[in-house]
């Protein structure tokens, strides 16, 4: 009868690899000479901060909507959002006599 072969465990032997040193590396000498690199410190420009939290944004409390209405208006007319509410608070000052 044919015996089946059976693969032998690796584990069973311990192979031993001959060691094999490898060459360290030389460094090529040069002949110039390196300086050493001087980097310059960053200037460190420092703005005044303003008190963002006095600022209330002079759409916050207004409905989504009535945003949206004056963004299409503003596309519309091709000028930019707070110059429409500029033009918007001149226009109701003038109505009321204020200005």
């Known amino acids: 009868m044919n015996q089946i072969k059976r693969r032998p ?8 690899t001959p060691k094999v040193q490898e060459p360290t590396y030389v460094t090529p000498t ?6 050493p690199t001087t980097r310059q410190p960053q200037k460190i420009v420092q703005t005044p901060v303003t008190n963002v939290e006095v600022r209330e944004k002079y759409t916050s409390t207004m409905n989504q909507e009535l945003r949206k209405k004056i963004k299409i208006a503003c596309a519309m007319k091709g000028i930019m959002f707070s110059q429409f509410i500029e033009e918007a608070c001149i226009e109701k000052l003038t109505r009321e006599g204020m200005m």
Do not use: A, L, V, Y
Not at 9 to 16: A, H, V
């Open 9 to 16: 465990n690796p584990f069973d032997t311990r192979e031993t």
């Open 30 to 35: 040069s002949d110039f000479e390196q300086r």
